[in-house]
């Protein structure tokens, strides 16, 4: 397996495994896609000096990736690094794809300086093996994150 920094030859098929993500999260799955939207935003990521986004692939094509950004924390200057979306296609889990997507966001974030890297699931996928893997990397519990649907004016 090869993880890699994406480039906008990749930008189609990230935006098509965005689509499968956005199905399968039964968190996200009722917000509305909109394919040029997802595709701004992984584009941001690719052209974005404060951003990355890494691509797991095999023989047949890409598996997974993963999406972040790097920040001054608001209250002063230290750099903390945030992983935005890491999600690995429902037919290659268990190849330790995410592991090494998630390795290779953490390798990023320090080469860019930073201080503190903070990642979360927020998609209601697969939650306990993505506890394991960011265990593994030496990612430690600092809280929960709730949502709730808003009120529609």
């Known amino acids: 397996m090869e993880v890699y920094e994406a480039t906008e030859d990749d930008l ?6 965005g689509e499968v993500f956005h199905a399968e999260s039964p968190v996200y799955k009722t917000v509305p896609f909109v394919k040029q939207e997802a595709a701004a935003y992984i ?3 690719i052209h974005d000096e404060n951003k990355c986004c890494f691509i797991a692939k095999n023989e047949e094509g890409m598996v997974g990736a993963v999406l972040g950004m790097y920040a001054p924390i608001f209250f002063g200057l230290e750099l903390h690094a945030h ?3 890491l999600y690995c296609l429902p037919d290659e889990r268990g190849t330790h794809a995410g592991s090494a997507l998630m390795q290779r ?3 990023w974030a ?3 300086g ?3 890297i903070w990642t979360g699931s927020q998609t209601g996928i697969n939650t306990y093996v993505y506890v394991q893997i960011v265990q593994k990397l030496g990612f430690e519990l600092s809280g929960q994150v709730f949502y709730r649907d808003g009120r529609s004016n």
């Open 12 to 17: 189609w098929t990230l935006t098509a495994a």
């Open 43 to 45: 584009y941001s990521h």
């Open 83 to 85: 992983e935005e979306t």
């Open 105 to 107: 966001f953490v390798d």
């Open 110 to 112: 320090e080469e860019k």
């Open 114 to 116: 930073c201080k503190r």
